[in-house]
């Protein structure tokens, strides 16, 4: 039995003795940041002036006084001297491998006009011999102020002697030299191949089926070794990085692919968080493309915080800047006039029809897969919430965090469609800036209203996440897919696109709405939102710091704010605080 009064004696030596011993906390945080201005992006959106980071999770956030209590003489502390902090933003969809490759070689044009263009035909045909391909490697005509693409005539005209291809990514020209030794004449059977209404001859307007008939084979090519694409990633990574960025979703890879940045994460040079959407596997039939998807050996999550595998992905349309995006209603004649294509009822292009797609959602949901599709037309953001609405009848999806990216035109219905099934809209905001004065010209008043409506959807409850598509061009604004986010946040803010015009005023949504989109959004849909997104105790030590407080500056200044500061993981990657 237990002695009382030996438990007392045993009690006070042990007060004795810690009295005798000096107090040494065991903890002291890494860093701390101190005198700032810290938008947390918690359920509150609270504004604090401290955070305290331990190894690479944030360890507390709220007051400098509290803080520093947290501190000893190995601690790093950090002045911020007034300068606002966020988490480190996201982007939820661009194409780093490629874009990091695009101009090692050549730095690629952004031309802003027909006579600009066809100046750097002309200068290409200058470098070349006879016979060697001049390729733009994303050029669309909407971009340019007469916004149309030159016609066969004027590409012959400047290049009579070397083929030329102008590639839209989901249409282009070509010119006649290209169409010869392509084989491409008017006895050429295929529905790509635009054809003259009169003689039926072929126009150099092709869509993106018809790709596989340009004979490239003679096209220089600049071929890479796996370590120069070790490289090129690294440094567009980096890139990112100065912009704030410390988390992408890469938008599409083969599963191969996902080995270049397995490797760079092994190698400790990984610079930002991986989401890889993984391209699905051909479909045939139903029982082949399980097959295909199992024989993968993974799905959705697998990983860990630095590189995860995402969502399946399909394409189901074309593109907006090549007039093949699958729409509500008929394009227009305007599409003709701008695009080159179309017809009374021309609705753009379908890669499945509505029974495939049914199926292909049921299978990825069944095996374990979030959901995703390359959609840029109203019809075909229909067909796919019907697919999943079809699918979440027997298996509920909600959950999932199904996905369509890009998407561009949300009608009410659609809107309210998104909200019942959890599916989130994930847009690329540089379109709006870069894309909508076409759009509005093309579709007209009535049509332009349902482009890219955030209010509507933010007031209803959809989760809009938001990405660039970047694809070439190492340049964060003159990208032909410009991937700053602040210039993104501007586009949302105002409304306002590259020629200044404010399209469609009464969508344009708040600040920290926009803040959210590129932080806690762009996390929740990757299913991350529990480790990275906010700055709060126990997440991830993603932060950035920039040059103006994005709350409180002239809203045209938001484009042009700078990142001093991006820290990944607890370690600064970008400095120039």
């Known amino acids: 039995m237990f002695d009382l009064k030996y438990g ?48 690479n999770k944030i360890e507390k956030v709220g007051s400098n006084s509290e803080l520093l209590k947290l501190s000893n003489s190995k601690t790093k502390i950090i002045d911020l001297k007034g300068k606002t902090v966020l988490p480190g933003l996201v982007d939820s969809h661009t194409h780093p491998i490629y874009a990091g490759e695009s101009e090692l070689f050549e730095e690629i044009p952004n031309v802003q006009t027909l006579q600009e263009l066809l100046f750097y035909i002309k200068e290409e045909v200058k ?7 001049i390729i733009h490697p994303k050029f669309f005509a909407t971009r340019l102020n007469e916004m149309r693409a030159p016609n066969l005539k004027e590409l012959d005209e400047v290049s009579p002697n070397n083929p030329v291809f102008l590639n839209g990514s989901y249409g282009g020209s070509i010119n006649s030299y290209a169409m010869k030794i392509s084989g491409i004449n008017k ?26 008939l340009v004979k490239l084979g003679g096209a220089r090519s600049n071929k890479l070794i796996f370590n120069e694409r070790l490289d090129a990633l690294e440094n567009i990574l980096k890139k990112y990085n100065m912009v704030g960025f410390t988390s992408i979703t890469d938008g599409q890879l083969s599963p191969i692919n996902v080995k270049i940045y397995q490797t760079l994460l092994s190698q400790g040079r990984l610079s930002v968080r ?13 029982e082949q493309f399980a097959k295909e998807l199992k024989k993968l050996g993974y799905f959705t999550g697998f990983g860990d915080s630095m590189l995860r595998i995402g969502a399946l992905k399909i394409g189901l349309d074309g593109g907006i800047l090549t007039g093949t995006a699958y729409m509500r209603e008929p394009w227009g004649e305007r599409a003709k006039e701008v695009y080159g294509i179309g017809g009374t009822n021309y609705r753009g292009i379908l890669n499945y029809d509505e029974e495939q797609l049914e199926q292909i959602v049921t299978i990825a949901s ?72 076409a759009m509005k010209y093309i579709l007209g008043d009535e049509r332009i209203k349902t482009f890219m409506p955030l209010n509507s959807m933010v007031k209803a409850g959809v989760i809009v996440s938001g990405g660039s598509d970047h694809m070439v061009k190492f340049d964060s604004y003159s990208a032909i897919n410009p991937y700053n986010p602040f210039l993104g946040m501007y586009s949302l803010i105002t409304r ?26 762009n996390a929740y849909g990757s299913l991350e939102e529990d480790i990275k997104g906010s700055l709060e105790k126990g997440k991830l030590a993603d932060l950035i710091v920039i040059s103006d407080d994005l709350l409180t500056c002239s809203e045209e200044s938001i484009k042009d704010i700078k990142v001093v500061m991006t820290m990944l993981d607890g370690k600064i990657v970008f400095d120039k605080l």
């Open 127 to 133: 470098k070349k011999n006879d016979g060697e391909w």
């Open 366 to 437: 069944d095996i374990g897969w979030k959901m995703t599709a390359h959609i840029t037309g109203g019809g075909g953001v229909d067909m796919m919430l019907d697919a999943y609405d079809k699918v979440n009848r027997k298996n509920k999806i909600t959950d999932k965090r199904f996905s369509i990216i890009h998407g561009n035109f949300f009608t009410p219905k659609a809107i309210v469609k998104c909200k019942e099934l959890g599916v989130i809209a994930d847009c690329q905001y540089g379109w709006f800036y870069k894309d909508s004065d």
């Open 187 to 212: 006895s050429t059977d295929h529905k790509g191949i635009q054809k003259d209404d009169v003689i039926g001859e072929p126009t150099g307007v092709l869509n993106k089926s018809a790709f596989k």
């Open 274 to 286: 991986v989401f890889v959407n993984i391209r699905a596997p051909r479909f045939e039939s139903k």
């Open 496 to 521: 306002k696109n590259e020629k200044g015009n404010v399209i469609n005023s009464s969508e344009a949504i708040s600040r920290e709405d926009a803040i959210k989109i590129y932080t806690i959004n």
């Open 8 to 55: 007392k004696l045993l009690y006070l030596l042990i007060l004795c003795y810690l009295s005798l011993v000096p107090f040494n906390s065991s903890f002291c945080a890494d860093i701390i940041f101190i005198n700032g201005n810290i938008i947390t992006v918690d359920k509150n959106f609270s504004i604090v002036e401290a955070i305290a980071i331990f190894g």
